[in-house]
């Protein structure tokens, strides 16, 4: 793109468009739909995500740092709040419902996956500002949103009481979820818009390798690597 250029989320997906589609598409993210993903292979991608949720919520506690705006500091707690008091909460829920109780989760080891994602987004919150550490935060928040829409797109899945993922696919598809996820893709087209070339590579790169490092984190669901 040449400057003066106006970039978007899309021109971040379209240059990383391998990995992306790596991402979306995962092995891990077809067998959830297909309902025949092994059990022990979700649980332990639960487990690890429990772990992962608590780094993400520093992530926003990082954001809420780096705010140089009221509006953003708004942002960032209600990001915050919501893993907070919310997700978290209904995540050590679901667990429950899949045989981890919280006190298994407390006592949980970090899988080396789990730690090379979150600290990487992490890191690069902090050598970076707002729009590196929100960049890297994408593939999260985008992502997942478009993963249970792809899942719901396929003529394999099974949906209801047949699938015993299906609650984990309705969070996803939920509006509320979308919404979160429209309104991130929102604020980030518009810290896209006025980049320069060099400053839009640096955040292809950070882009790309958060879209990795989650590519990584199903895969160590699917071998139950610790
Ligand atoms: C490895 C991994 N990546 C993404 C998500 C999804 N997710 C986690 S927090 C959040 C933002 C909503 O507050 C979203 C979408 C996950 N659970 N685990």
């Known amino acids: 793109m040449s400057n003066g250029s106006r970039y978007r989320f899309d021109d971040l997906k379209a240059v990383c468009a391998n990995d992306w589609q790596a991402y979306i598409q995962h ?8 309902g025949t993903l092994p059990s022990d292979c979700f649980q332990h991608y639960l487990k690890q995500d429990y772990l992962f949720l608590i780094h993400f919520a520093r992530a926003y506690a990082l954001a809420a740092y780096k705010s140089r705006t009221l509006a953003e500091l708004r942002q960032a707690h209600e990001g915050l709040k919501a893993i ?23 006592a949980l080891p970090e899988a080396r996956a ?25 593939p ?22 047949d699938n015993p993922f299906d609650a984990w696919i309705a969070m996803y598809e939920s509006d509320e979820f979308q919404a979160a996820m429209a309104a991130e893709r929102t604020w980030v087209d518009a810290r896209l818009v006025d980049v320069t070339p060099a400053r839009f590579d640096e955040l292809v790169t ?7 490092l989650e590519i990584d984190f199903w895969q160590m669901g699917l071998e139950r690597r610790s």
């Open 27 to 34: 092995d891990f993210v077809a067998q959830l739909g297909d």
């Open 84 to 106: 907070v008091d919310l997700e978290l909460g209904l995540h050590v829920d679901y667990c429950r419902k899949w045989g981890i109780s919280e006190a298994e989760l407390e």
């Open 114 to 138: 789990t730690m090379a994602y979150t600290r990487y987004v992490l890191d690069t919150g902090h050598r970076g500002d707002l729009l590196d550490l929100h960049v890297a935060l994408a």
């Open 140 to 161: 999260c928040v985008i992502g997942y949103g478009e993963i249970a829409n792809w899942i719901n797109r396929r003529p394999t899945t099974v949906r209801g009481g």
């Open 206 to 212: 950070v882009f790309r390798d958060a879209t990795r």
